[in-house]
C-alpha cells in the first residue's frame, strides 16, 4: 500500500527563516510527486509536480526537489503570506489515477 | 487550470438525512474525482467518475452510502446517504487530465449533528 510520510507536523518560523519541509514516500514505482498548498477553509492549490529522482521545480521562495524515497520542499526567506497547510502526494502505476496524500506541514511564518 | 465550483460550500445536517454535493468545471474533463479530508487526517479518495461509465469505489467506500452521478463532462455529484456524525468532514472534487496534477475545488464543509 502507497504511504507518505510529511514531517515536522506544524513549523513556526520567523519571517526571512529559510528551512525545509519533508515528505516521505513508500510506493510501488512512483508516476508522480505533488505539492500542493492549502489555505484554512479552501481546497488545496497544486504548487509542484516531479517525476523522477534528481528532479527539481521552483517557484518564487519555493524550490521542491526529489531523491528516490523522498522530497523536500525549500522555503526560503519566507513571508507571512507563506503562512499555509503544504500537502504531499504521490501517485503509483496501475489501477487508478488517485492521489495519495501525507497529512500535511502546518508552516506559520511570523512577521 | 479548470475553474472548479461546489455547492454547497458548507451545511449542517441531521443524522439520518442525505446531502448531494454538486462539483461543477468550467470546461469539459474526463476524469473526476471525490475525496473526503477528516479533521487533523489527509484527504482520501473516495470515488473515480467517468463520464457515461459507473464510479468506480476506492476500498472502504460503497455506493450505497456515496452514490455518485456523472451525468456529461463537466458535472459530477457526491450524495452522502444516511449521514452520522463520523460523516462531518470536508468533501472536494478534483479533476485531472488522468496521470498527472489534480486541480481541486474549493470544498464543501459537512457537519452531522
Known amino acids: 500500500e502507497d504511504q507518505v510520510t510529511q514531517s515536522p507536523e506544524a513549523l513556526r518560523l520567523q519571517e526571512g527563516e529559510s528551512s525545509s519541509l519533508n515528505c516521505s514516500y513508500t510506493?510501488?514505482?512512483?508516476?508522480?510527486l505533488f505539492w500542493y498548498r492549502q489555505d484554512p477553509g479552501k481546497g488545496p492549490e497544486f504548487l509542484f509536480t516531479?517525476?523522477?529522482a534528481g528532479e527539481e521545480k521552483e517557484k518564487e521562495r519555493l524550490k521542491a526537489t526529489l531523491t528516490k524515497k523522498e522530497s523536500f520542499l525549500h522555503i526560503t526567506a519566507p513571508k507571512p503570506e507563506d503562512s499555509a497547510t503544504y500537502l504531499c502526494a504521490v501517485q503509483a502505476p496501475g489501477g487508478n489515477e488517485k492521489l495519495t496524500f501525507g497529512t500535511g506541514t502546518r508552516l506559520t511564518i511570523i512577521p | 487550470s479548470a475553474v472548479i465550483s461546489q455547492k454547497p460550500s458548507r451545511d449542517i445536517c441531521q443524522r439520518g438525512t442525505s446531502l448531494t454535493i454538486q462539483c461543477q468545471v468550467d470546461s469539459q474533463v474526463t476524469m473526476m474525482f471525490w475525496y473526503r479530508q477528516q479533521p487533523g487526517q489527509s484527504l482520501t479518495l473516495i470515488a473515480t467518475?467517468?463520464?457515461?461509465?459507473?464510479?468506480?469505489?476506492e476500498s472502504g467506500f460503497v455506493i450505497d452510502k456515496f452514490p455518485i452521478s456523472r451525468p456529461n463532462l463537466t458535472f459530477s455529484t457526491l450524495t452522502v446517504s444516511n449521514m452520522s456524525p463520523e460523516d462531518s468532514s470536508i468533501y472536494l472534487c478534483?479533476?485531472?487530465?488522468?496521470?498527472?496534477?489534480?486541480?481541486f475545488g474549493p470544498g464543501t464543509r459537512l457537519t452531522v449533528t
Open positions: 467518475a467517468n463520464q457515461g461509465s459507473e464510479a468506480t469505489y
Open positions: 478534483s479533476v485531472g487530465p488522468g496521470w498527472g496534477e489534480q486541480y
Open positions: 516531479l517525476y523522477s
Open positions: 510506493v510501488s514505482g512512483l508516476r508522480g
